[in-house]
């Protein structure tokens, strides 16, 4: 098997300079591994959170993309999880593609150990994971709505899960998965250990995750910034109508080795991969109505390195963990800027660099303000200075026009109502918002008020 290089490892913000893999107490079997993998030193998160899990410890784990936490709960399943003890470990992701990159992973490190470890995610016919379920694997990694579907068939029992993780908990304690993470934690055994972890963590996700935990061991390697270090950030401001240009324009003249290209939605990426195909610029797309076939094609395209550029959602991306992507360019910016950490985290992996683009509209000047105070850093602003901006869509001036009637007949219209209750709006010298009083009130007081004199 062709070993991909080692990491770089000089970096102390990622790394754990001061320990191996082989003072963690990992199994021979999984340190062997590591070994012929070329892992000497652990990431911070992994070399605190190894410890805690192979004593049993429940585990709440936060640490920006790109750390590694993928190792830091596999490889102590793999020590923990004795082989033959069937559907002993239940590992829960949020998409197809996470699911399947987990479990790959973890098959490369348990080369050694003969644990089975098995993805079943929604996309692929049951008849397909079926079988593989049948040979009574130690280690699931899985969709919520497949791992129940299995459940409900019986080919997926939750009565011997001794180990429960959820990857990206964030994600994962939404509303859209939360009901059905209720249901399969509640239905399995109270005694099993917990681990969770995510790149990012609210107060409010974390409050839930502890429900579900038995006095969680809380670490956080990501402290106040959860930016990647690594990463070149900046923005282009630019208008909408230009955006599909300046991304060719851009693309065509930094020529990136390989970038990922955000849209908000699946209309938007199918529109943006066009609009490039168009421009001789070679790209693919990737969005959650496509055929699963189509998109572990475009996956296993992508990781060998036949792709230069992939136009992809925010959900399809989850499992986008490749090493050698130089760019990330947030064509839109996402509205919550957690998923910006996320995104952007799919570059600078294991230490090296990165830059992201992102190109924000002149009304998106409040998101790009919420995205740095999160992200703790001001992202600089990038100038273009031989991108000559389109003309304004006669759609869009249109509606300019028709907005800025419609406001001068507001206008008017209050310009009117004021002089008829007796204000003057000419005269801004005078009174407080231009308003001078031009008759007496309808109703005074008369008579005298009484004098505190005698």
């Excluded at 790394?15 to 062997?32: H, I, R, T």
């Excluded at 830091?72 to 793999?78: I, K, Q, V, W």
Aim: hydrophobic share 35%; net charge positive; aromatic share 4%.
């Amino acid at each position: 098997m062709t070993e991909a290089p080692p990491p770089v490892v000089d970096d102390p913000e990622t790394f754990a300079l001061d320990q191996k893999f082989s003072d963690l107490g990992l199994s021979e079997d999984v340190q062997k591994a590591l070994e012929e993998k070329g892992f000497v030193h652990p990431t911070l998160i992994q070399s605190q959170m190894i410890p805690f899990a192979l004593d049993g410890e429940d585990v709440l784990g936060q640490a920006r993309t790109g750390t590694g936490k993928t190792a830091a709960f596999g490889l102590p399943a793999l020590g923990m999880i004795e082989k033959g003890d069937a559907f002993a470990g239940m590992i829960l992701v949020p998409t197809r593609e996470l699911a399947i990159q987990v479990a790959e992973e973890l098959k490369d490190f348990a080369r050694h150990s003969g644990h089975q470890i098995v993805p079943v995610y929604g996309g692929q016919p049951i008849h397909k994971q079926v079988p593989k379920l049948e040979k009574r694997p130690e280690i699931i990694v899985g969709t919520p709505g497949r791992v129940m579907d299995m459940n409900e068939r019986r080919h997926l029992p939750y009565d011997n899960v001794k180990m429960a993780i959820l990857d990206e908990v964030d994600r994962m304690l939404d509303i859209g998965f939360r009901d059905d993470i209720r249901k399969i934690l509640g239905r399995m055994s109270k005694k099993r250990q917990t681990i969770f972890v995510s790149a990012t963590i609210s107060g409010e996700i974390e409050k839930l995750a502890r429900s579900y935990m038995s006095n969680p061991k809380k670490i956080v390697t990501t402290g106040k910034s959860l930016t990647v270090q690594q990463v070149a950030q900046s923005y282009v401001s630019v208008e909408r109508w230009d955006k599909p240009r300046l991304l060719s324009y851009l693309i065509a003249k930094e020529d990136p080795t390989m970038s990922l290209v955000f849209c908000r939605t699946k209309r938007t990426v199918d529109k943006i991969q066009k609009s490039l195909d168009r421009d001789k610029i070679a790209a693919h797309a990737i969005h959650g109505d496509m055929i699963q076939g189509k998109r572990n094609r475009v996956i296993r395209e992508l990781r060998s390195g036949g792709l230069k550029v992939l136009v992809c959602s925010d959900l399809a991306s989850r499992g986008l963990d490749v090493d050698g992507i130089t760019h990330v360019i947030n064509y839109d910016l996402p509205e919550d800027p957690e998923i910006y950490v996320h995104r952007i985290g799919r570059t600078a992996r294991a230490g090296r660099d990165g830059v992201a683009w992102s190109f924000v509209s002149p009304d998106q000047g409040d998101l790009l303000t919420a995205i740095e105070m999160l992200a703790n850093t001001e992202i600089p602003r990038m100038t273009i200075e031989d991108f000559k901006p389109g003309p304004v869509p006669s759609d869009v001036r249109a509606d300019r026009e028709h907005q800025a009637g419609k406001k001068e007949r507001e206008i008017k219209a209050k310009s009117r109502h004021l002089t008829a209750e007796g204000l003057d709006t000419k005269d801004e010298s005078k009174f407080p918002g231009g308003m001078v009083p031009k008759k007496l009130p309808p109703k005074r007081m008369m008579g005298r008020s009484r004098s505190g004199r005698r």
